[in-house]
């Protein structure tokens, strides 16, 4: 299964924010703990982030199509993926 992820890709997941913070984090080496696992309806990945107060959880699940779901256990609400998810995006890119 070949899954491309774009940074045109990623940009559409986030508002524009998060992307330039994403890109800060990614930057910095923030993310951590990267694993991929195989799952029933594609693949996983997994990672850990420094954040500004707290270290965050992170979880993408992707297929041949692109990207099925994101979550990050930061206290985000906003539009889009979190800064988090995005540097996470751009580290496996």
């Not at 420094?50 to 979550?71: A, F």
Request: include cysteine; glycine fraction near 8%.
């Amino acid at each position: 299964m070949t899954i491309k992820l774009t940074e045109e890709l990623i940009r559409e997941q986030a508002t524009d924010r998060s992307f330039a913070r994403g890109r800060e984090y990614f930057l910095s080496g923030a993310t951590y703990s990267l694993a991929w696992q195989i799952t029933p309806g594609g693949i996983a990945l997994t990672s850990r982030c420094s954040g500004s107060s707290d270290h965050y959880s992170l979880r993408v699940e992707l297929d041949e199509n692109g990207i099925i779901s994101t979550s990050c256990t930061c206290p985000y609400d906003g539009d889009g993926d979190c800064k988090h998810v995005v540097a996470l995006f751009l580290a496996r890119s």
